[in-house]
């Protein structure tokens, strides 16, 4: 059963909003697409274990999708969860291509695609801290004592894993997606008696799921880019023309002729990813590009957001299905 959805990270809708928002010319714009791509691929494996773990029976193992758990001042993140009454498996995803190379020495993964190798931090160290973690945070949180066991999992089947030769112990942590199945059959048989009740394991699912929190940062601080650089106005959908024009209640395109009546829907939910999630009537015109007042307060009013303030100071908080909620501010954490 699925406890805890998997959905797209705040990370890859604020890349693609900056991407739309940044002038062809911009001197970070390379930057940026290569950050937008990694994080893609990183999606897509974690998308393609999905469907693997499908085949788990939905009424003995509970999944948690993409947590993020508080410890002490910093967080512990897991891709994904499977937990059962006998075990706990922390799984970090992911997709590379061409050949990675884990070196034990100096505990970095060397990836080599088209003839290039690049370093890159050695997720089994990442995985062994975390399952550390997640059992320091199950004791301070009074809940019970279960096995918790951790693998990495390539989610691009054509991955090509190696490392040196008296390294005995990869395997076990390290396999592809098409592996996973058989890991988690083999650990479940290992384990002979169930170490929690049904109703201690849904315990912890809901002390998980409570204290999960989105990261919320500023990608413009982020990448150095101040907000005046970024381009305002409404984008058309169907050809990327901006800005639109405002006319009889619809926004119309000068280059395809498209008109629609909430296009700046999609620009609103590009400046609470981008800027903030609060805005007031003149940030929107300005945003928007539109001149009126009036007009601004009708759009405003139309989109039934809470508020706070009043008169003057009102400002509508930006709410939109699509967008995780923010519930801890940080200064420039690490992109993880």
Not at 149 to 175: A, H
Not at 268 to 290: H, M, Q, V
Not at 313 to 322: C, K, N, R, V
Request: net charge positive.
């Amino acid at each position: 059963m699925i406890e805890k959805e998997r959905i797209i990270p705040r990370i890859i809708l604020m890349l693609q909003a900056l991407l739309r928002r940044l002038p062809l010319n911009h001197p970070k714009l390379l930057l940026i697409s290569e950050e937008l791509g990694k994080r893609m691929a990183g999606f897509k494996g974690e998308k393609a274990l999905d469907y693997t773990l499908s085949f788990l029976d939905p009424k003995k193992y509970y999944i948690l999708h993409d947590l993020r758990i508080p410890c002490k001042d910093s967080f512990f993140q897991i891709d994904t969860q499977p937990i059962t009454t006998k075990f706990i498996l922390n799984i970090e995803v992911k997709y590379l291509a061409g050949t990675a190379y884990f070196d034990p020495i100096f505990n970095q993964l060397i990836q080599t695609k088209d003839g290039f190798e690049s370093a890159l931090p050695d997720p089994t160290i990442q995985i062994k801290r975390q399952e550390s973690q997640l059992l320091k945070w199950l004791k301070e949180n009074g809940l019970p004592s279960i096995p918790v066991f951790s693998c990495v999992v390539m989610g691009n089947d054509r991955t090509i894993i190696k490392t040196s030769p008296d390294n005995k112990t990869l395997q076990k942590i390290v396999i592809h997606r098409s592996s996973l199945l058989g890991k988690v059959r083999y650990i479940e048989n290992s384990l002979r008696k169930e170490k929690a009740a049904p109703k201690e394991i849904k315990k912890i699912i809901r002390s998980l799921k409570r204290q999960h929190e989105e990261p919320d940062f500023s990608v413009l601080e982020r990448f150095n880019i101040t907000e005046g650089e970024l381009l305002k106005g409404v984008i058309c959908e169907e050809c990327n023309y901006r800005p639109l024009a405002r006319k009889y209640g619809k926004w119309f395109c000068m280059n395809c002729k498209n008109e629609k009546i909430n296009a700046h829907i999609h620009a609103l939910k590009d400046y609470e990813l981008l800027i903030g999630p609060k805005i007031n009537n003149a940030e929107l015109r300005n945003f928007l590009k539109i001149n009126s007042s009036h007009v601004a307060k009708r759009l405003l009013q139309s989109l039934n957001l809470p508020t706070t303030g009043t008169k003057k100071g009102t400002q509508y908080i930006l709410l939109f299905d699509e967008s995780p909620p923010r519930k801890h501010k940080q200064k420039n954490p690490p992109i993880t």
